[in-house]
Every structure is written in structure tokens, then in C-alpha cells.
């Protein structure tokens, strides 16, 4: 429940002419998971060096690159294409030499034709703001250049300019500032570059064409809506060409990927003239049958053997072995990180206890309804994003679940009661009522679920020092310094609760709590020993970790805290748009009905509206972000590492096509 699954290292030998056998053989068995031949004077490997492709290796990457330049162009992949019919891949071989090809040719024809209208639209729409500003100035186009004794300038200026020398000048403001043209004599040409350069003079380049202004414009229009039509024409039967092909390239890209990832493989094995070795990982169950399969394929030409030297557990593949109710947690493991081989997994618990959490927190039917007509919404979006978006779904709709459940509890509907009393504890607020809410009771509550977490979290830590350390002092002292805070956390339970009854020390809690402070001394004692000796511990290993007592035994337990305070944060948005909406809206339109009050209305139903769902997406962020700050932050530092090597067997999970 708590280990990944076991795994066997595997050594297969054989000679090179059994290589592609072995190499389709374990493909097809997905579950080898190969341990990358490093060529640099392995110890036993003298002469040995990395295999190289198959002969069909390059074609076939070729193949693979010119259908993915086409899915890019169509902006589809195999992992957009649903509902895909499963074809067998030797038809889809024969439809990657037929029929790609012409694919090819004509997807290259339509991006060329749309890529020249594009082109085209750029550079028409470019000429066109270049010459506006020039239809402000009555000079035709043809006067602009071709002169050997004058100097022409045209730009825009702050304001206009005066020359002190013969010059003739056109200035016209405009909204997008002041343009100016100028004509002077050659001989000038420094000192009227000396003066524009003082008024701020931002040059333009002198227009090419002939005629007027206008009539360039319009026929770069013409040019410009030509252009248009060409890449609209063009964008259509890319369309047209996506919906036809895009399901036969999907086909064809895990077809290719796969005999890629086949012919690409002796660049992982250790090779020699006439032999290779590859060594890799084998869930333990799967051992077996890897053997009978390599040996028929081969037959019988193949060696195959467990390597029984040391293993280092932190190279050691790392697949999940939970249960199918705790998958779909394995995506909130694997965005901190994959446990090690000889680590306990806990994703269990997070599985267990994340919707539960999100569920005490926000703990309402209304939104529990919402978030799983949410989940059914975004399903076939999460579908599409393959076995991580099947394992969010499955989060998000027993969040869903559990918030309905805990708003059954609570009797909690959108901020209302429901018809019956809270069954576990009351979160309504005194606003519009007079209710009373078990805040307390709920502080209580969240703060034994620290005591729980952490806990469990350092007996966690023990268990892992004593299975992943090497023996010796080293583990001696991890071990101990993890009971050490351990010893040092329930001593200052025991002295805080032999103090003080806080059953009667703190007002309004409902929770029967055993008064503790009839034993007195003794259990101080008791605790003040724990205590001390957990220090002792704790400090064998490192006394700067002492520094760490206020945060590990005070402020990671506090910490749980948050469980009842964004619950109830959450009930108080609730009521508060409940109120403002009843109070100041739609009740006294109610009471004095008119055409004022049909507005006032609406205007409440919009306050309801709005305010219900911004509350919905503050429930997801905090009912969400909280569970897992706390599995985080509050129970794995207490004991999980993480960075274990994902299992990675060989082999494409096929969707499309079958052998």
C-alpha cells in the first residue's frame, strides 16, 4: 500500500543478429524499463561501446519530422484526436508510403499560397501607411526624386520650421502628427539638415511610385483585398485538408513514433562486433514473462539474468502501486515529487484526505453541486489531455462529492440552511440571523488533525531513515532525532494539557475533552521527561536543529488552523451576499413592488450571481491550495525526500493502431 511496486533488475545479452527481435520483443511488452549504456570506461565494459540505429532509423525520423510539420500546420497532434477507428499499423505503413507524399505536396501548396498572401497583406498594408501622409501634400509622386541640384526630405516634425535660405516647403498637421516635405538646393542641403535635426526631425523614406497618392493607394488596396481573399481561400482548404487528413496523421505519427523509438534503440545498449548487452527494470511479477517471451522470439538465442550485484535504490525505477481509488492523487505526488524506491509512498493518504479537506473546508451543497456539473463540463477537455487530465477529473468530481456530503452535515446551501440542524457542527455566522457558530469546536477540530499529520509524519520519518539509510551511527541518529521530535511534541502536549482543562478554558467548545490536570504533577513530569529527552535526541544528530522547535511542534500544528478559518471565510462571503442582496435589493422591492422595484430586483440577482461565484472559484483555490500546502509543507517535511526516477518502460501506449 505504502511501496511502489517491486522491481528486478534484468542483463539481456545476445548477438547482434537477434537485436531487432529483442528490441520488438520488449516493445511489445511495454514494461522494460532501460537503463541507458553510459560509454565511459564502465568497469567490465572494456571495448565495449554505444550501439548505433537501425538502417531505417533516418527515413523513418524523416517521415516522422515531415508529418509533424504538417500536424503543426493543421495545430493538431495525436493527443487532440479522439474517437480515432484503431487501425493495424502495417495498413497505416502502407498509407505513410501512399498517401503521404501527396498530403505533403498539397498541405505545401496551401501554406505556400498562405504564407505569400500573408506576405502580401504585410507588405501592401505597409506601402499603404506609407503613403498616406504623402496625400496630405499636393505633389505627386513622381516629383519626389530625380533630381541632381536639389535635396528632398519628408518626415514628421513638432511644428513647422522656417528656412533661411530658398526652399520650398509643404507642412500639414495631422492626428498622427505633423508631416513635413521640403525642397532645397544641394548646396544647402547641410545647413536644412542642421535645422531639421533641431526641430526633431523623424525622417520617412521618399516614396517609389508614380502617379498620385491616391491612385497608389487604391491600387495596393486592390493588391491588399486580393490578398485577403487569396489567404482566406487558402485558410479554408487547410481546414478542409485538417478534417480530412488529421485522423489518418494522428494514425501515422504513433505508428512512426514507434518504429522511431525501435530504431533508435541500440543507442542505449552496450555494443561489441558481434554482441550487445542492455540492462534495465522489471516490475517483479513481469519477470517471467519477459524471459518466455525474449527466448521464444529469439529462439532461444538470448541470455537473459537477474543481476544480483548491490543495487543503489536511488537508481532504481519508481512505478505506483496503489490502489485504483488512490491513482488519480498520483498527479498531486508527481507535482511535488516521486518518492524513492525504498520510501514510503504516501499516496494514500493524500488521496484519502485531499477531497475530504476540500470538502470540510468548503463543506456546502450548492457548490458542491456546481463543481460536479463542473466536472462533467471540463471531462471531455481533461479526456483529451490523456491519463493526467483522466486523473484530474476524477479529483475534481470526488471534491465535488465530499463538498455536498460535508454540506449535508453542516446543512449548508449556498449560505442558507437547509431544513434540518447542522449534523456535525454549525458554521453560520450571526449575520441576518442569530445564529451561532461552533468556531471553537472547529479550531479544536483542525488542530488534532495537525496532531495526527504530525504524528504520523515523524513515526513516517523513523520507518524511512531505518529502510533507506546505510547502517551505522548515521541511521542511528536520524532515527532517533526523528522520535526525538516526536518525544518532544507530545511532552508538550502532555505538560500543556496537565495545566491547563481545556475543556473549561476555552468558551463555547462542545467537544468532551478529558480533564488531564487531576493527575497534575505526574503527567508534567511525564511530559517534561519526553521532553527533554527528545531534545537530547534531536541535538545528538544536530543542535542548530533546535533552532527549529517553535516552527515544528508550534507553528505547523497551528498551521491546521486554516482548515476552520477558510471554511468559515468561506461561509461569511455566503451570508454577507445573501444578506446584501435580501436586505438591500430584492426584499424591499418585494415589500413596495414597481417598475423601480423589478430593477432592484435584477440588481440582487446579479449581487447573487456574481457573489456565489466568485465564492465558488475562492472555494477552489482555498477548499485546493490549502489540503495540499499542508500534505506539503506540514506533513512531507517530517519525512518524505522525493526524486525517485520515474518508471519509464519501453514502449508507446498505443490509441490508434495495433500490431
Not at 32 to 42: L, P
Not at 239 to 262: F, G, I, N, P
Not at 438 to 464: H, K
Request: aromatic fraction near 10%; charge should be negative; hydrophobic fraction near 50%.
Amino acid at each position: 500500500m505504502f511501496q511502489p511496486k517491486p522491481m528486478t533488475h534484468l542483463l539481456v545479452a545476445a548477438s547482434k543478429e537477434q537485436m531487432a527481435s529483442v528490441v520488438t520483443e520488449l516493445y511489445r511488452h511495454r514494461v522494460f524499463h532501460i537503463t541507458d549504456f553510459v560509454d565511459q570506461g564502465k568497469e567490465g565494459y572494456e571495448g565495449v561501446k554505444l550501439g548505433v540505429p537501425f538502417e531505417n532509423a533516418g527515413q523513418l525520423s524523416a517521415d516522422l519530422i515531415k508529418i509533424r510539420s504538417i500536424e503543426n500546420v493543421f495545430q493538431t497532434s495525436p493527443g487532440t484526436q479522439f474517437d480515432v477507428p484503431v487501425r493495424p499499423a502495417e495498413t497505416i505503413r502502407a498509407a505513410i508510403n501512399n498517401e503521404l507524399p501527396k498530403i505533403d505536396a498539397e498541405v505545401s501548396t496551401l501554406t505556400a499560397k498562405r504564407s505569400n498572401a500573408e506576405t502580401k497583406i504585410r507588405e501592401c498594408e505597409q506601402r499603404i501607411n506609407e503613403l498616406k501622409p504623402f496625400a496630405l501634400v499636393p505633389v505627386e509622386l513622381d516629383l519626389y526624386r530625380g533630381y541632381e541640384t536639389l535635396a528632398v526630405y519628408a518626415g514628421y516634425v513638432e511644428k513647422d520650421i522656417e528656412f533661411a535660405f530658398p526652399s520650398e516647403k509643404y507642412f500639414a498637421a495631422g492626428k498622427d502628427g505633423n508631416f513635413l516635405v521640403a525642397f532645397v538646393e544641394s548646396a544647402n542641403a547641410q545647413e536644412a539638415e542642421k535645422v531639421l535635426s533641431d526641430a526633431g526631425f523623424i525622417s520617412v523614406s521618399l516614396p517609389t511610385e508614380t502617379g498620385t497618392v491616391q491612385a497608389a493607394i487604391d491600387k495596393y488596396n486592390t493588391e491588399l483585398t486580393q490578398a485577403k481573399a487569396d489567404l482566406a481561400d487558402a485558410t479554408a482548404k487547410i481546414l478542409e485538408a485538417k478534417a480530412k487528413y488529421a485522423d489518418l496523421l494522428a494514425a501515422c505519427d504513433e505508428v512512426l513514433s514507434c518504429d522511431v523509438e525501435r530504431a533508435e534503440a541500440p543507442l542505449r545498449f552496450a555494443t561489441t562486433e558481434e554482441a550487445f548487452v542492455l540492462d534495465g527494470w522489471v516490475p517483479y511479477d513481469d519477470v517471467a514473462k519477459i524471459e518466455a517471451g525474449l527466448t521464444q522470439a529469439t529462439g532461444g538465442k538470448v541470455y537473459v539474468t537477474v543481476d544480483e550485484d548491490e543495487i543503489n535504490y536511488d537508481e532504481v525505477p519508481v512505478e505506483y502501486n496503489n490502489p485504483s481509488f488512490a491513482k488519480p492523487a498520483e498527479v498531486l505526488m508527481d507535482l511535488y515529487a516521486r518518492p524513492k524506491f525504498k520510501e514510503l509512498d504516501p499516496t494514500i493518504i493524500l488521496s484519502i484526505m485531499f477531497p475530504i479537506l476540500f470538502g470540510v473546508i468548503v463543506g456546502d451543497v450548492g457548490y458542491g453541486l456546481i463543481y460536479l456539473a463542473l466536472a462533467l463540463v471540463l471531462r471531455k477537455l481533461l479526456m483529451r489531455m490523456g491519463e493526467m487530465g483522466a486523473k484530474a477529473f476524477k479529483i475534481i468530481l470526488g471534491c465535488g462529492i465530499s463538498t455536498v456530503i460535508f454540506g449535508l452535515l453542516y446543512s449548508e446551501i449556498f449560505g442558507l440552511s437547509l431544513p434540518w440542524h447542522s449534523i456535525l457542527f454549525s458554521r453560520h455566522l450571526p449575520i441576518g440571523g442569530d445564529h451561532l457558530p461552533q468556531v471553537m469546536d472547529l479550531l479544536v477540530i483542525s488542530v488534532a488533525i495537525g496532531v495526527i499529520y504530525l504524528t504520523i509524519g515523524w513515526i513516517f520519518g523513523m520507518i524511512n531513515h531505518a529502510r533507506m539509510d546505510h547502517k551505522g551511527a548515521h541511521r542511528t541518529k536520524a532515527i532517533c532525532a526523528k522520535f526525538g521530535w516526536l518525544a518532544m511534541f507530545w511532552g508538550m502536549l502532555i505538560i500543556l494539557f496537565s495545566l491547563i482543562d481545556i475543556g473549561t478554558f476555552i468558551a463555547g467548545i462542545t467537544i468532551p475533552l478529558p480533564n488531564l490536570t487531576v493527575i497534575g504533577l505526574p503527567l508534567t513530569i511525564v511530559g517534561a521527561v519526553l521532553f527533554v529527552l527528545g531534545a537530547v535526541f534531536v541535538a545528538r544528530e544536530n543542535p542548530l536543529d533546535l533552532m527549529e522547535i517553535p516552527t515544528n511542534l508550534l507553528s505547523h500544528m497551528l498551521s491546521f488552523c486554516r482548515i476552520a478559518a477558510v471554511g468559515l471565510s468561506s461561509v461569511a462571503i455566503a451570508m454577507v451576499v445573501n444578506f446584501l442582496a435580501m436586505e438591500f435589493f430584492i426584499g424591499p422591492a418585494i415589500a413596495d413592488f414597481s417598475v423601480v422595484g423589478v430593477l432592484l430586483i435584477i440588481v440582487g440577482v446579479l449581487v447573487l450571481i456574481i457573489g456565489h461565484a466568485l465564492n465558488v472559484v475562492l472555494g477552489v483555490i482555498g477548499g485546493a491550495l490549502h489540503p495540499v500546502r499542508l500534505h506539503y509543507v506540514e506533513f512531507f517535511t517530517k519525512f518524505y525526500q522525493g526524486g525517485g526516477v520515474i518508471y519509464k518502460p519501453f514502449g508507446l501506449k498505443r490509441k490508434f493502431s495495433e500490431e
